[in-house]
């Protein structure tokens, strides 16, 4: 019985709010108030499809400011530096239990009721990190090995393996492996 709703999707998201920003090529995807608007609305709830809400400067700023804590969990040196990390979020954006019964029954949430898209952003996708560290282990937790990229990952393989962030990363990687092999053999 899974008594948590803060699996997958929490943790898909907290993955790709770090991946927002790529400091190998410096490409930034939140550069507007506009684009966290679109952020939420592709990884958001009911709760920030609301069409009384404006994404604003100070908006932006603080979502990018999370991204940039979010990130620290992954590079963090192990589970203990990754859990007062995702603490310390969930104690900043007021991530306080609340039984809610919307859709399939009777569930916890840890989202503020009334708060900015980027305290609702931290405590989903601290509650969802929260959960891989405890179900998963930090192990899961990963930083691309490319030497092209820097994205994070949650590795989900049955052996705990993944080195990469995705299939063209790995790719890439094994490409190179293999054309240096190459020249070194001729």
């Known amino acids: 019985m899974d008594f948590s709703h803060y699996g997958d999707q929490p943790v898909r998201t907290a993955v790709d709010l770090v991946n927002t920003f790529n400091i190998v090529t410096g490409e930034e995807r939140l550069s507007t108030p506009e684009d966290v608007a679109a ?15 404006v994404a604003s400067e100070s908006d932006l700023h603080e979502v990018r400011a999370l991204r940039a804590r979010l990130r620290q969990v992954f590079w963090s040196a192990n589970a203990t530096s990754a859990a007062e990390i995702v603490n310390v979020i969930l104690l900043e954006v007021g991530a306080v239990p609340r039984v809610s019964t919307h859709g399939k029954g009777a569930h916890l949430h840890f989202e503020p009721l009334d708060a900015s898209p980027a305290r609702w952003l931290g405590s989903v996708t601290a509650m969802g990190l929260s959960v891989a560290l405890i179900e998963g282990g930090y192990e899961r937790l990963g930083v ?36 240096a092999r190459r020249r070194t053999e001729e």
Do not use: I, K, P
């Open 39 to 53: 952020f939420l609305e592709e990884h958001g709830t009911d709760e920030w499809s609301r069409a009384d809400w």
């Open 144 to 179: 691309c090995e490319s030497s092209t990229c820097d994205d994070v990952f949650v590795d989900t393989s049955r052996n705990r393996s993944r080195r990469h962030c995705s299939d063209t990363c790995t790719t890439r990687e094994n490409v190179a492996a293999y054309r």
